[in-house]
């Protein structure tokens, strides 16, 4: 009785993209709030088809990759080589447990926009044959410079990724021919050692982005599909009575004859923000996901509350853009310490400062504010997220 084969995939994000510029390279530039890998990534494993996902990298780029997979679940990377063949040989023999029948599917990181149907189609030809590539018709006339000569452009196909293989197939070429050619991909070589390729009709809108064009492009593409989101957030705390201050607000402490009452650092200004930014992305509220019934978060600094909400956000694809906050006391003075809070707001939500508003205001000596009971805070913030986020 045979047994059902395993379905692997590589994903080759092992190359430094210097085409296309930037201070990054291309798989982590970001497109509607997230990287490039991650969106590939997001694609492949929402397909629930593999067994492992696997990802090729250059270890000078494994912080940009920790942050690019961050809350994704996911196996470690794979140290790749000199070159991609070099790579994608690494990759295949991390899968040391492979049999010659299991399937294995190899990507690029820089072609985000593969759809599940198309890598199911791809998997569903490899039950048939032992290669096939996703690959669309030669579209545009084409002319060999050199020569002036216009090329038939009948039966030819532009071929993308992924390509897949069933893995005795693919590492037995790479191990035969890899030394052969400075090969550009797999079938490439996987033809050299006598295979045919199934072709498996494609889209073009799975582009590589490898130009400035193709990042705008791509950018086109997402910014439909991007939505603005707002969520405001209210928090209270009382002051101690028999405890001196100082009091902490937005992170910073700030002189004060008596401290917060709070199970945490009772920052009432970082908890009206966190509160907003969970109220944009549709997730509870502070207490939820801190309650103050638990001593884990006894005394805690308020900035990892946000820092965790920041998170969630991150995971969803999104971005913060901006807060926009209120204090509200008699007591202390907030102006003298405003621009140390915006800052401290800041560099824990990796924002620029100029999106960070802090003010304040009194109630004219009305209510438990006004007779300097206590501290209360209101918060917007504004977020963006991908229409299809979870």
Known sequence: MSTKPKIYALIAAAGSGSRLGGEKPKQYQRLAGKAVLRHTLETFIKTGLFDAIRVIIDPQHADLYHDAVSGLSIHEPITGGKERKDSVYSGLQSFPNASTEDIILIHDAARPFVEAEQIKALINALKE????????RAADTLLKQDTAEYVNRDGLWNLQTP??????LIKEAHE?????????????MVAAHGHTIHIVEGSRKNFKITTPDD???????LSSSIQTLSGQGFDVHAFEDEKEGPVRLCGVDIPHRRALKGHS???????????????????????????????DFKDMDSAIFLEKSLA???AKGGQLQNIDLTLICEEPKIGPHAQAMQKRVAEITAINVKRVNIKATTTEGLGFTGRKE????QALVTVK??????
Do not use: C, R
């Open 312 to 314: 969630i956000l991150k």
């Open 176 to 188: 035969q021919h890899n030394q052969e050619n400075t090969w550009t991909d797999d079938t490439s």
């Open 385 to 390: 997220l991908p229409d299809n986020h979870d």
């Open 265 to 295: 650092d009772a920052d009432v200004g970082l908890h009206a923000i966190t509160d907003a930014l969970l109220g944009a992305i549709g997730e509870g509220d502070i207490g939820h996901h801190f309650p103050p019934s638990n001593d």
């Open 163 to 168: 390509q897949g293989f069933h893995y005795g």
């Open 215 to 221: 990042l705008t492009m791509a950018e086109h593409l």
């Open 374 to 377: 206590g501290i209360a805070a």
């Open 129 to 136: 044959h032992k290669a096939a590539t996703l690959a669309v």
